[in-house]
């Protein structure tokens, strides 16, 4: 008799895979404390003097988002979809071609008292707008209407830059807008531009935070729900990405989800656009204290 056929050896069970999430969120949101944070952004008052608007600069690769974040903050503040701040989704270049001051109204029709200085897109090397432009944004040096577009034949009537900026045209805090389904595929050419701007706004001793977006397409669980953003392990590496290539810490840099598919609000939205808001307005705040105090001006 032959000897008995060997037996393949039994199949090892496959490792699980990998959990996409944390058991606990690693940062805490006040979910559906929506009408609180509201109420205290719209009954913020500057105390400087000088100043009326806490003015928050954007800057960002080109279909980052920029403009996209301001219509999602005046979504929130209006209850409806708005749609203050043109936008593209056909174009690789960028749809914002001048530096164009967004303001957010309040129920009486005047505004609050926080504007959104919207620039062109960042592109790789001599596309899109120039750091060198951006940066006199920084200081207030660029009029209303400047024209970025480097392409474009610009007429002598064309706004430029003044000469004597005010502490009211001034830049009060830097947002960086990142995509987190891109931030991989961003060329070295964009963040060497962006890090050139933080770089001038680190002089100026502007503070700085990252508004990250598109956090659903970037990952199932949040595309799913929304409220998982603390929880999903993807997201916390794309911000820890975005964090090391600006260089700028965890505790500034902000997930949100802009509107853009959506016909009404969501409350969920919502809270992450306010919490992100809220930390910029007192960020920007704080500065403008040590401005008033550095320049010898009482706040009231």
């Known amino acids: 008799m032959g000897g008995e056929e060997s037996k393949p050896p039994p199949r090892q069970p496959s490792p699980p895979p990998p959990k996409l999430e944390f058991d606990e969120p690693w940062r805490k949101m006040p979910w559906g404390k929506n009408s609180e ?6 009954d913020f008052k500057l105390k400087h003097p000088s100043v009326r608007f806490v003015r928050i600069l954007l800057i960002g690769d080109v279909g980052a988002g920029k403009s996209s974040f301001i219509n999602s903050v005046s979504n929130v503040f209006q209850k409806r979809i708005t749609c203050d701040a043109l936008t593209n989704t056909t174009s690789g270049t960028s749809f914002t071609k001048t530096y164009e001051t967004y303001y957010i109204e309040r129920k009486d029709g005047s505004h609050l008292p926080f504007a959104f200085s919207d620039v062109m897109g960042l592109e790789d090397e001599e596309k899109g707008a120039s750091s060198e432009n951006i940066i006199k944004a920084l200081s207030g040096f660029l009029q209303e209407g400047f024209n970025f577009d480097p392409t474009s034949t610009k007429s ?5 830059c003044r000469s004597n900026p005010s502490l009211d045209d001034q830049t009060c805090c830097l947002v960086n807008i990142v995509a987190a389904d891109k931030i991989s595929l961003m060329k070295d050419g964009v963040f060497n531009k962006m890090n050139k701007i933080r770089e001038a706004a680190s002089k100026l001793k502007i503070p700085q935070v990252i508004i990250v977006t598109r956090p659903d397409l970037a990952c199932p669980l949040v595309h799913q729900d929304i409220r998982k953003i603390y929880t999903s392990k993807k997201i916390k590496e794309k911000m820890q990405e975005c964090s090391n290539r600006l260089g700028i810490p965890m505790n500034h840099v902000f997930p949100v989800k802009n509107y853009h ?3 009404d609000p969501d409350d969920n939205m919502d809270l992450l656009i306010l919490k992100a808001l809220d930390q910029i307005v007192n960020i920007a705040a704080d500065k403008l204290k040590k401005k008033s105090f550095n320049s010898g001006e009482k706040a009231e």
């Open 37 to 42: 944070i509201e109420q205290k952004l719209r």
């Open 156 to 160: 002598m009537n064309d706004p430029g």
């Open 261 to 263: 598919e959506e016909i």
